[in-house]
């Protein structure tokens, strides 16, 4: 039972990179209308690797999303905080089961715009 989906999550690898290499093309034409969609492939084609143990594939997926995200959630943090937590979430996961660190230096800005936001929310 507990091999039941995997041929499903392997046969989702295909249609989850086209979508990227979609999302890719798009947000080159409009980053600001796309590049969210795109993160958000990358969350889920990351999910995918995890699921099917592509540990590292996983890892670069995850820190792709947060990087092609950060730009607009700069800009608006409180538009793209949630997504940008899911990603966060993702890439913290893959970086424990592939036993490396995450990228301190891509993190520690992300993290610190997350808890001014937080603490704006909490002195409201």
Same mark, same amino acid.
């Given at each position: 039972?507990? /091999?039941?989906? +995997?041929?499903?999550? /392997?046969?989702?690898?295909? %249609?989850? #990179?086209?979508?990227? @290499?979609?999302?890719?093309?798009?947000?080159?034409?409009?980053?600001?209308?796309?590049? %969210?969609?795109?993160?958000?492939?990358?969350? +889920?084609?990351?999910?995918?690797? !995890?699921?099917?143990? !592509?540990? $590292?594939?996983?890892?670069? =997926?995850?820190?792709?999303?947060?990087?092609?995200?950060?730009?607009?959630?700069?800009?608006?943090? #409180?538009?793209?905080?949630?997504?940008? +937590?899911?990603?966060? =979430?993702?890439?913290? @996961? +893959?970086? !424990?089961?592939?036993?490396?660190?995450?990228?301190?230096?891509?993190? @520690? %800005?992300?993290?610190?715009?997350?808890?001014?936001?937080?603490?704006? $929310?909490?002195? !409201?």
């Amino acid at each position: 039972m507990a /091999w039941a989906g +995997v041929g499903r999550r /392997w046969e989702s690898v295909a %249609p989850a #990179e086209r979508a990227v @290499k979609i999302c890719e093309r798009l947000a080159k034409q409009a980053p600001d209308a796309y590049e %969210p969609n795109l993160a958000n492939c990358l969350c +889920v084609i990351g999910s995918i690797y !995890r699921k099917i143990r !592509r540990y $590292h594939d996983a890892q670069n =997926s995850f820190k792709r999303g947060i990087q092609t995200l950060q730009r607009l959630f700069f800009a608006v943090p #409180e538009a793209f905080s949630q997504q940008m +937590v899911s990603l966060l =979430s993702g890439y913290g @996961k +893959v970086c !424990r089961l592939n036993n490396t660190a995450p990228d301190e230096n891509l993190l @520690k %800005p992300i993290l610190q715009t997350l808890k001014q936001l937080k603490d704006k $929310h909490d002195n !409201r």
